[in-house]
């Protein structure tokens, strides 16, 4: 692995304009440059780079990321690749753990074994009547078979000493072929199974998925993660389908390694699959930039509605308006496999066309269980439908949404904007953004304030150390979610201490929120705010915030009798009141 201070400090010295710019034909517009999205076909500039923030992003399909994340889905490179390819331009050599450097040829060299194995289980298919049959029985051609490169695993447990001169090389333990047990005896970690490459978008082998032949467990076994493979990247199938992808313009994602084959064989080339692990965004942000229409197509019991679930809860954050997403949920008891060896392709043809829109799964998902007809049923979808729509990009797909949402709420949308915080916040001086609750002297409720307050540290990182001292108590006193998340930010911030959100997203990488701060990274490139007003637009924010405590204990002490101690109290705090209140601009009005 690179060091994290490694990546950073690279980073800080790339200047994302001229990596991009090597690519794409760039003009200055304002603060930012503009040029057509390489991701996908414009006639009108849409993509957006920003030297200030050392980001870019796609307002048409949604594509945004660091200059790392540019040359991964430009040019389909790794992530140790693309680190290495921009140290080499910056003059830097990449370190490993322990600051040794190669990790170029470490890389090529796992390919290397990786690529070796595969030819070996290839070999060792012809040889197995049992997996053979096994294929056959799945009604899987031999040219399809061929085309996914299918193998199979001996039952030995040192079956690959047949492939490799040098069983002890530690390469195949670094690409997760072979394990070293107690007493450092080594075997291999793939035994009697059907073997499914997986392979990059150009075409070397990272990793494997592994089926057994029988009824034992695991069913499914695949590569550990490793320099090469990251499961939350990756897709099966990806490189074998991706001129189908194009010349269908849709893709089809599935559950599974032979759902992915069948389909492919039945003439639906354009279908992947996740790895063992749920659709991310990063995922979706792949597929979107390679098609305008994402199916995914799951089976339908509970655990592929889940899965449905959090492709949903992935797609959010990265979907622009120009890009369609569906949901197809098998019958129970049928899969994409099944169903077009059994019924044929025009069967699965004719479920795809019934597949529910983006809109009308998010609206499934929220009231799943809940009774719609009752004001609590509905508050509890609002409240399930904020942090989906909080993660969007601010555009007209987010407004539809939120309309689909208040028409089943009984709301007017303007009032779950409000609600959800995604209401244009300006700073005007009748109308400042202040504590409370509705809409009540034009103040936004304190969940939004503090919304906004994170999208401002995210496109700001260098306000961390501004705001060190609130920021650090909102850290520890914060109980929300919004609150954590801030909190995350802003360590990231001071720790990184880099002044642009490009560096901050990429240390943020691994969160669980990373989706919702690439996100929140974009809406800032759309305005002409700098640096200053930004930080009075936080500051305007803890003081709304300090308003609204002192209010709540104000309330608090006014509910019953008062001592003397608390009359003198609700004196000091009444003032503290009017003091904020005359900062924002706002009459001071006392209790």
Request: hydrophobic share 40%; aromatic share 6%; glycine share 10%.
């Amino acid at each position: 692995m690179i060091p994290q201070g490694f990546i950073l400090d690279l980073l800080a010295r790339v200047d994302i304009v001229e990596v991009v710019g090597r690519s794409v034909s760039l003009k200055k517009g304002g603060q930012n440059y503009l040029g057509l999205c390489p991701f996908h076909n414009e006639k009108t500039p849409s993509f957006t780079v920003s030297p200030s923030k050392q980001f870019f992003h796609c307002f048409g399909c949604g594509a945004h990321g660091s200059a790392i994340g540019f040359l991964m889905d430009h040019r389909g490179l790794g992530y140790v690749e693309a680190i290495t390819e921009l140290a080499q331009q910056a003059g830097m050599q990449v370190p490993q753990d322990g600051g040794r450097p190669g990790q170029g040829a470490a890389e090529r060299g796992l390919v290397e074994v990786l690529e070796k194995a595969s030819d070996f289980y290839r070999a060792q298919l012809k040889r197995s009547p049992a997996a053979i049959d096994y294929l056959k029985g799945r009604g899987l051609a031999g040219a399809t078979a061929a085309r996914f490169a299918l193998g199979y695993s001996p039952p030995e447990w040192q079956a690959l000493q047949g492939a490799f001169e040098n069983y002890a090389d530690p390469r195949l333990s670094e690409a997760g072929l072979v394990i070293t047990g107690e007493e450092g005896r080594r075997y291999d970690r793939f035994r009697g199974r059907v073997m499914f490459p997986i392979r990059n978008r150009r075409g070397q082998v990272i990793g494997f998925g592994a089926r057994v032949l029988d009824g034992s467990e695991p069913k499914y076994l695949n590569s550990p993660e490793t320099a090469l493979f990251h499961k939350g990247q990756e897709l099966y199938g990806l490189h074998e389908a991706q001129e189908a992808i194009r010349a269908r313009a849709r893709v089809i994602v599935c559950e599974g390694y032979m759902d992915v084959i069948s389909l492919s064989q039945a003439g639906f080339g354009e279908s992947v699959a996740a790895l063992g692990t749920a659709i991310t965004s990063q995922h979706v942000s792949t597929l979107l930039r390679l098609a305008p229409h994402v199916v995914f197509a799951f089976d339908g019991d509970a655990a592929g509605r889940k899965a449905a679930r959090r492709a949903l809860e992935a797609t959010l954050p990265v979907i622009g308006d120009d890009r369609r997403v569906t949901f197809l949920l098998f019958p129970e008891g049928e899969d994409p496999d099944s169903l077009v060896r059994e019924h044929g392709p025009q069967a699965l043809e004719d479920e795809l066309g019934r597949a529910l829109s983006l809109s009308q799964w998010l609206l499934r998902t929220l009231g799943e269980g809940l009774d719609l007809e009752t004001p609590e049923g509905r508050a509890a979808l609002v409240a399930g439908a904020r942090p989906l729509l909080v993660a969007m990009q601010p555009g007209a797909l987010r407004m539809q949404l939120v309309r689909a949402v208040a028409e089943v709420a009984r709301a007017p949308a303007h009032e779950l904007e409000s609600h959800f915080g995604l209401a244009p916040w300006r700073r005007l001086p009748e109308q400042r953004p202040s504590s409370g609750t509705g809409a009540r002297g034009g103040r936004m409720p304190v969940e939004g304030l503090k919304q906004r307050m994170l999208q401002r540290l995210v496109a700001f990182p260098a306000l961390a150390r501004e705001c060190n001292a609130e920021l650090a108590a909102l850290a520890v006193d914060g109980r929300s979610e919004v609150d954590r998340q801030i909190a995350e930010v802003w360590r990231a911030a001071t720790s990184v201490g880099s002044t642009h959100s490009g560096a901050v997203i990429e240390a943020l990488a691994g969160s669980e929120n990373a989706a919702l701060y690439r996100s929140l990274a974009t809406r800032d490139l759309q305005t002409e705010d700098d640096e200053a007003a930004a930080l009075e637009e936080l500051r305007s924010g803890f003081r709304a915030l300090e308003e609204e405590q002192v209010g709540a204990e104000l309330e608090r002490l006014v509910s019953g009798p008062m001592s003397l101690e608390d009359q003198e109290r609700y004196r000091e705090l009444n003032a503290r009141r009017s003091l904020l209140r005359q900062q924002r601009g706002s009459p001071s009005a006392g209790s």
